[in-house]
């Protein structure tokens, strides 16, 4: 019987050798995305001190989203987050796909916040 690894587990061995070469510091911080089935979020992370500077997810009341696991709502949440990120001084990230393939909701997020001022 071929025994077969689930996807998530190979996600996460994936995102530890991600994290093994990405860090945000305090002048870098780090743009770290999760994808689930209802929802994405993304948070700007601090990795010195280990704290959240900024978050969006598709659950944010402001966004008014009713579908928060298409593209459109990836996009949103890209938006918001690079917003967000303008706000607190925050111009120039590290990108952290988290191990899922750079495509669809996550390739979204990424260009989203690229578009509207983001670095990296």
Same mark, same amino acid.
């Given at each position: #019987?071929?025994?077969?690894?689930? /996807?998530?587990? #190979? /996600? $996460?061995?994936r995102?530890?050798?991600?994290?093994?070469?990405? *860090?945000?510091?305090?002048? +870098?911080?780090? @743009?770290?995305v =999760? /994808?689930? *089935? !209802?929802?994405?979020?993304?948070?700007?992370?601090?990795?010195?001190?280990? !704290?959240? @500077?900024?978050?969006?997810?598709? +659950?944010?009341?402001? +966004?008014? +989203?009713? *579908?928060?696991? *298409?593209?459109?709502?990836?996009?949103?949440?890209?938006?918001?987050?690079?917003?967000?990120?303008?706000?607190?001084?925050?111009?120039?990230?590290?990108?952290?796909?988290?191990? =899922? $393939? =750079?495509?669809?909701r996550?390739a979204?997020?990424?260009d989203?916040?690229?578009?509207n001022? $983001?670095? =990296?």
């Amino acid at each position: #019987m071929i025994k077969k690894e689930s /996807r998530n587990s #190979m /996600r $996460l061995a994936r995102h530890s050798r991600i994290r093994e070469k990405v *860090n945000g510091t305090k002048d +870098l911080p780090r @743009l770290d995305v =999760y /994808r689930s *089935n !209802t929802g994405i979020y993304a948070q700007i992370i601090d990795d010195e001190t280990k !704290t959240t @500077l900024v978050s969006a997810s598709s +659950l944010d009341k402001d +966004l008014k +989203l009713k *579908n928060g696991s *298409n593209v459109e709502a990836a996009k949103a949440v890209g938006k918001s987050i690079a917003e967000k990120a303008k706000k607190a001084k925050i111009t120039e990230v590290v990108f952290d796909r988290g191990g =899922y $393939l =750079y495509h669809g909701r996550v390739a979204a997020l990424a260009d989203a916040a690229r578009e509207n001022g $983001l670095k =990296y």
